[in-house]
């Protein structure tokens, strides 16, 4: 029965993610907001909700090693796994300003997440914590992020796409509430189950919290942006792929945790340290890899791919040894 609840947990993630997508997406455009701050808002926030979900609920649990575990898991399931296959399906285009600022901003916010938990080797505390002041400099990291993406939003000279007619908006405004209303109602729900579960068979199998937050959990809520990046991949919108993988690992470390930590201040497994420096590595593999003729190709997606499996074999060894 445990089984059967965290895959309807998911379910819900997933299918909430998707719904809130659509409908948040709709009511935006009906207000003529840039499809740009739209990409780059919305969908990145809604791919990364269930992240944000599960890993606020297990901090109110006082489940630090799901919440933690969840994101570096999740970044890095997105960095190797969902921009590997995406690439082995179409060669992924890279553009000049994810390579010089987002990806970039991205390694930042990585380095930055690895200074904050090293309290032992850096202040010499005896514990290594993510406290809330730890939690609030990283959502005033994020708050520059979303000045940058409203920037660009505003620097834009794209135009707004509002064909619609007045009819046929005011006629789709009630189903858009509802699809939002009712996606996070779902992602909620959705979340509080998969944590819950997730840790009954962490406890059955003598697993640790981290554990599984880096694998069951961060596979879980990781769906929405591999089903996102590989629709994207294969209707060969590589801009929307890319942009939907390194938004939603910023929004990770930076909202997610963030929010995590303010709420209540999470203790650092000593294994995390291990698994930040494989996401900062990681990271510059990815931006090294974009900058070669701008794209990532199949070559580079399959290397990406067997570095998910090697990791996940790794992580596996690691708790059974």
């Given amino acids: 029965m445990i089984y059967i609840l965290l895959i309807g947990g998911f379910l819900l993630l997933i299918k909430g993610a998707d719904y809130f997508v659509d409908g948040a997406s709709s009511i935006a455009r009906a207000l003529h907001i840039s499809p740009l701050l739209i990409g780059l808002t919305i969908v990145a926030f809604g791919t990364s909700s269930p ?41 992924l285009i890279v553009k000049r300003e994810t390579i010089r600022k987002q990806i970039p901003f991205t390694l930042v916010a990585s380095v930055a997440f690895l200074v904050l938990i090293s309290d032992v080797g850096l202040q010499s505390m005896s514990e290594n914590l993510i406290t809330r002041s730890d939690g609030i400099i990283l959502l005033l990291f994020f708050a520059i992020f979303l000045y940058y993406l409203f920037e660009v939003a505003r620097t834009s000279k794209e135009e707004e796409l509002s064909e619609q007619s007045t009819d046929d908006k005011a006629n789709s405004w ?21 944590v819950s579960n997730a840790k009954e068979i962490a406890m059955s199998f003598g697993m640790s919290e981290t554990m599984v937050g880096l694998t069951i959990v961060a596979v879980g809520t990781s769906l929405p942006e591999l089903i996102t990046s590989v629709t994207a991949a294969v209707k060969k919108e590589s801009e929307i792929a890319v942009g939907n993988i390194v938004g939603s690992n910023i929004f990770n470390i930076l909202l997610v945790l963030g929010t995590s930590s303010v709420i209540s201040p999470l203790q650092v497994d000593d294994q995390v340290f291990t698994d930040a420096l494989l996401m900062i590595s990681l990271t510059a593999v990815l931006l090294l890899f974009s900058r070669t003729s701008y794209q990532i190709g199949k070559t580079e997606g399959i290397v990406l791919t067997i570095a998910y499996v090697s990791y996940m074999t790794f992580v596996i060894l690691r708790n059974v040894m």
């Fill in 174 to 194: 009630g189903k858009n509430i509802i699809l939002t209303v009712g996606g996070l109602a779902a992602i909620i729900f959705g979340g509080e189950l998969v």
């Fill in 51 to 91: 992240e944000g979900t599960v890993s606020i609920v297990a901090s109110l649990e006082e489940s630090a090693g799901v919440s933690i575990g969840n994101v570096i898991g999740s970044n890095i399931f997105n960095i190797t796994l969902v921009v590997g296959l995406t690439a082995v399906l179409n060669p």
